[in-house]
């Protein structure tokens, strides 16, 4: 069983920057694949990046290709989400993922059905 623990959201203006971090507890975090998803209200769950268990692959949604960056700390059980360049779009909850694979393909890692383990999420409001 894994639980995870986002943090670091908030109210950001237009062009300003946020640090996710997702706090994973549980046994083999190296293991797993983790990553991170979005919702917006009235929108469906967006896949937003993702980073396999030893951190060299790594994939992210077009729209957010150059902004944003996810890393992880298997020493601190953390995976991070590093969002620069902020946009009014980027609205939303942010939900860290987990999956017991430890490496997704491109076309997995961008599918909600491959994780296993969801946190609560952590609101991000971008102001224009």
């Known amino acids: 069983q894994v639980q995870l623990v986002e943090s670091g959201g908030g109210l950001v203006q237009a062009g300003g920057s946020l640090r996710l971090s997702c706090a994973a507890s549980?046994?083999?975090?190296?293991?797993?694949?983790m990553g991170w998803f979005r919702q917006a209200p009235g929108k469906e769950r967006e896949f937003v990046a993702s980073?396999?268990?030893?951190?060299?692959?790594?994939y992210s949604a077009d729209s957010v290709k150059g902004r944003f960056t996810i890393s992880r700390d298997n020493a601190k059980n953390t995976v991070y989400l590093q969002m620069n360049s902020l946009k009014p779009e980027d609205t939303a909850i942010y939900y860290c993922?987990?999956?017991?694979?430890?490496?997704?393909?491109?076309?997995?890692?961008?599918?909600?059905?491959?994780?296993?383990?969801w946190g609560l999420g952590t609101q991000v409001t971008v102001s224009s």
């Open positions: 993922v987990a999956s017991s694979t430890r490496w997704l393909n491109d076309y997995s890692a961008r599918r909600p059905a491959a994780y296993d383990y």
């Open positions: 980073i396999n268990w030893s951190g060299v692959s790594t």
């Open positions: 549980g046994r083999n975090f190296s293991s797993y694949t």
